[in-house]
C-alpha cells in the first residue's frame, strides 16, 4: 500500500488519562501526527512524548481560527473533535481517524487495518460479501464494486451503551472478536466515534454537531452525525464499513449523568433517521450532498434551526 499520511484526533479534558492514553499508544502511532483538542478554554496541562508527533490545540486556538464562526465547534463535549478533523483536513492528511482518551489499543496494527478497509478493500454493490479479502466463488464476474470512506473500528470490555441500556446492564463487558460489516445501502449503522476513521473526501459531511449543556442535549453529535452520512454515502455509491480494528474501551460513564444527557434527544432520535431515509439527496460530491442534507433537515426547534445555519457555516470552511 503507498505510504498515506495519517492524523489521529483526541479530543479531552483528562491530563492523568490522556498521559495513560500516549503510553499505551505510543508505538502505533509513531508514524502518525496526534492532533489533541482540549476542551477548556485554554491548555491546562502539559503533554510530552519522544515518540509521537502531535499538536495541542484548546477553544482559544478555535476562536482565533474560526473567529465568528468558532461558536459552530461546541464545547463541553466531545464534540469538539470536530475542529480536530477540520485541522487534520485542513493540513492534508489522507486518513483521518479519531479516538477516545479512554480507548487504548487491543488490535496489531491498528493503522494498518483501518487502511486497508479504507484504501485497499473493494465491497460488491448488491451482493453481500462474507470474505473482503477476495471474491469469493458465486459472485457475478460483472458485478460492480465500490469503496469504503468511513470505517468504524469495534471495541472490547466496556461497550457504548446510551444511559438506559446502560443502567439495565450494569456490569456488561464484551470480547473482542474478529469479525468486520458493510453496512447495506437503504440500511443506518450507529456510528460512534470513539474509534472511527475516514477518508479526507468524507470531512466536510462529518460534523460532530451542536451539543453539550450550552444546547440541553448530547451524545447524540456523532449518532446523526453518521445518519446523515449513511445517507449520502448511500447516494453517492460508497460504503461505511466496521468491525476490526478493534481498541480496549476502559471507562464507563455514569449513566444518571448520560440519562440527562440524552433524555431530551430521545424523541428526535426516534423519528429523525426516517426523514433522512426518505430525502431525494442532490449532489455528486459529500460537500454538495451534505448542503442537499441541510437544506432539507426538519425545524424541529430552535435546536434544529440554529444547527441547520452551523452545518451550513461548517461547509463553508472546506475550500
Known amino acids: 500500500?503507498?505510504?498515506?499520511?495519517?492524523?489521529?484526533?483526541?479530543?479531552?479534558?483528562?491530563?492523568e488519562c490522556l498521559k495513560t492514553w500516549f503510553e499505551q499508544w505510543a508505538e502505533e502511532l509513531k508514524n502518525v501526527h496526534v492532533i489533541i483538542i482540549e476542551d477548556n478554554p485554554r491548555p491546562s496541562f502539559k503533554i510530552e512524548s519522544n515518540k509521537i508527533q502531535f499538536d495541542h490545540y484548546s477553544w482559544k486556538d478555535i476562536d482565533k481560527e474560526l473567529r465568528d464562526k468558532?461558536?459552530?465547534i461546541p464545547r463541553k463535549t466531545d464534540c469538539v473533535r470536530s475542529f480536530g478533523l477540520f485541522k487534520a483536513w485542513q493540513q492534508g492528511y489522507d486518513m483521518i481517524v479519531t479516538l477516545d482518551d479512554d480507548c487504548y489499543p487491543d488490535d496489531k496494527n491498528f493503522i494498518e487495518t483501518h487502511k486497508k478497509c479504507l484504501f485497499e478493500r473493494k465491497y460488491a454493490k448488491d451482493w453481500?460479501?462474507?470474505?473482503?479479502?477476495?471474491?469469493?466463488?458465486?459472485?457475478?464476474?460483472?458485478?460492480?464494486?465500490?469503496?469504503?470512506?468511513?470505517?468504524?473500528g469495534l471495541w472490547s470490555n466496556v461497550p457504548d451503551l446510551d444511559a438506559i441500556t446502560q443502567m439495565n446492564n450494569p456490569d456488561i463487558h464484551l470480547k473482542k472478536k474478529n469479525f468486520s460489516f458493510v453496512s447495506p445501502f437503504g440500511y443506518f449503522s450507529p456510528i460512534s466515534g470513539m474509534n472511527l476513521a475516514f477518508r479526507k473526501e468524507v470531512i466536510p459531511a462529518s460534523y460532530f454537531l451542536l451539543m453539550g449543556e450550552k444546547y440541553g442535549i448530547d451524545r447524540f453529535g456523532d449518532i446523526w452525525m453518521g445518519i446523515f452520512l449513511k445517507r449520502i454515502c448511500d447516494h453517492l455509491g460508497v460504503y461505511i464499513t466496521g468491525g476490526d480494528p478493534y481498541i480496549r474501551h476502559e471507562r464507563a460513564s455514569d449513566p444518571t449523568k448520560n440519562y440527562e444527557k440524552e433524555k431530551s434527544g430521545y424523541e428526535y432520535n426516534d423519528k429523525l433517521w426516517k426523514i433522512?431515509?426518505?430525502?431525494?439527496?442532490?449532489?455528486?460530491?459529500?460537500?454538495?450532498?451534505?448542503?442537499?442534507?441541510?437544506?432539507?433537515?426538519?425545524?424541529?426547534?430552535?435546536?434544529?434551526t440554529k444547527l441547520k445555519t452551523a452545518m451550513k457555516i461548517w461547509l463553508s470552511l472546506f475550500v
Open 70 to 72: 468558532s461558536w459552530i
Open 128 to 152: 453481500f460479501q462474507h470474505s473482503q479479502s477476495i471474491t469469493v466463488r458465486g459472485v457475478p464476474k460483472d458485478i460492480e464494486f465500490s469503496y469504503s470512506v468511513a470505517n468504524m
Open 276 to 304: 433522512i431515509k426518505n430525502m431525494e439527496i442532490k449532489g455528486s460530491d459529500f460537500k454538495e450532498c451534505y448542503l442537499s442534507l441541510s437544506d432539507q433537515l426538519p425545524e424541529f426547534s430552535d435546536y434544529w
Open 1 to 15: 500500500m503507498a505510504k498515506l499520511k495519517t492524523a489521529v484526533v483526541v479530543p479531552t479534558i483528562r491530563e
